[in-house]
């Protein structure tokens, strides 16, 4: 009996309706930082979390959106909790579990809507009940 590998390098190629974002990665010595020189990532693909349609104590249940971003169009990206992703629209979400999937091809980032939107650069996250 011969045991196959299935190849998940491409499958980000078949995804439909995919979107660009912009990856900003914080660092121990700054803030993530959105200018021309933020890396762009091609072919991610998004999805709403369904919080009526998992189980109250399910981990997802704190989480917003989950990005998909395959490894192939990372470019060199290794995502970590507390970075930023900023979608298409603008609208910035911040990283809160990293999941690597589909035999290491392919990053699923959990996020949550970062409460920074329309803040100057820079700004630190705001945090709950205040700075």
């Not at 995502?79 to 809160?96: A, Q």
Request: proline share 8%; net charge positive.
């Amino acid at each position: 009996m011969t045991t196959s590998i299935v190849d998940h390098s491409m499958q980000h190629l078949t995804w439909a309706n995919p979107i660009t974002i912009r990856y900003l990665s914080k660092t121990a010595e700054a803030p993530p930082l959105l200018g021309p020189a933020t890396p762009e990532i091609t072919h991610v693909l998004w999805r709403t979390i369904r919080k009526d349609r998992i189980a109250s104590d399910s981990v997802l249940q704190k989480y917003d959106r989950t990005f998909r971003i395959p490894k192939a169009t990372a470019r060199g990206i290794v995502p970590k909790e507390n970075d930023i992703i900023v979608d298409d629209l603008g609208i910035r979400w911040k990283v809160e579990l990293v999941e690597i999937v589909s035999y290491g091809w392919e990053y699923r980032c959990h996020t949550t809507k970062s409460m920074k939107q329309g803040l100057p650069v820079g700004s630190p996250e705001p945090v709950a009940g205040g700075w």
